[in-house]
């Protein structure tokens, strides 16, 4: 399984962005999908995520701002990012479960005035 990641880039305080991951290759059926961060100096965490059925969980940092989505018919997650703070700029990890856990390879959000 690969996943490609897009949506990232420089905005704003305030601003939004929505974070893309399309999964390819042999997929039979994803299970929990997942977008994780990695700010300069910190570790890997979780951002949010999605079960197949859409039952989803997030990090307190993120609640009420953040929303995780999916769409299983193209084996797509999303990440649509709200209220953006300096404190959210990190590079972004989507992750999908099959049999293993897959990572694709990170796109960059920059949040700066």
């Known amino acids: 399984v690969q996943l490609q990641a897009s949506g990232g880039g420089l905005v704003q305080p305030g601003g939004s962005l929505r974070l893309s991951c399309a999964a390819s290759?042999?997929?039979?059926?994803?299970?929990?999908m997942a977008w994780y961060r990695q700010a300069p100096g910190k570790q890997r965490e979780l951002v949010a995520l999605?079960?197949?059925?859409?039952?989803?969980n997030y990090a307190d940092s993120v609640k009420g701002r953040f929303i995780i989505s999916r769409d299983n018919d193209k084996n797509t997650v999303y990440l649509q990012m709200n209220s953006l703070k300096f404190e959210d700029t990190a590079v972004y990890y989507c992750?999908?479960?099959?049999?293993?856990?897959?990572w694709g390879q990170g796109t960059k959000v920059t949040v700066s005035s």
């Open positions: 992750a999908a479960n099959q049999y293993g856990v897959f």
């Open positions: 999605i079960t197949r059925g859409g039952s989803t």
């Open positions: 290759g042999s997929i039979y059926r994803i299970n929990d």
